[in-house]
């Protein structure tokens, strides 16, 4: 397989290739964990913290997807009377403000995990290093980042061109 041929699969689909196995995995360890409660009478926290974390890292991921497909939460009544110039300006301008904030967000979190490696914290239940799930934060923006740059430069190449702007692609129908 060629190497174009995989980086645009997980162009296409690299936030899908992540979300199904930690949904599955949510699903699996909360399903064991209420047989176990139920059944056995036993519990563990470990069950508990991997569907935590996670969960975490499904909803940065999320975000990332929803970059991608513009399926934000967003207020369309004012884009839908806008021609389409100015709504592709506003659509750069949201761009803009969210590749600042994506930006600040990876400085910040780094440090968390710096001083989570540096001290060598672990998780209560799993006993394994705070710095892999703490890095959800950082490898969440990242991937927004590059969701980001990739919209950016889809919305400024639309605005040259003077095609219609690209309304996104609805998530749920």
């Known amino acids: ?95 803009i403000a969210t590749l600042i904030l994506a930006v600040v967000s990876i400085y910040m979190s780094m440090e968390s995990v710096l001083v989570s490696l540096h001290f060598d914290s672990v998780t209560h239940g799993l006993r394994v290093s705070q710095a892999w799930f703490l890095a959800a934060v950082p490898i969440g923006f990242s991937m927004m980042l590059v969701r980001i740059l990739q919209s950016l430069w889809r919305d400024w190449s639309d605005l040259r061109a003077n095609r219609p702007a690209f309304e996104g692609n609805a998530l749920f129908e």
């Open 1 to 95: 397989m060629k190497l174009k041929t995989i980086l645009r699969a997980i162009d296409e689909n690299g936030e899908r290739y992540l979300l199904l196995p930690l949904y599955t995995l949510i699903v699996s360890t909360i399903f064991i964990e209420v047989v176990r409660r139920s059944v056995l009478s036993y519990s563990s926290v470990w069950t508990e913290e991997i569907a935590r974390y996670a969960f975490i890292y499904i909803a940065y991921i999320g975000a990332s997807a929803a970059i991608k497909e513009r399926a934000h939460i967003r207020i369309d009544v004012i884009l839908n009377v806008l021609p389409n110039r100015m709504k592709l300006i506003l659509y750069i301008f949201g761009d």
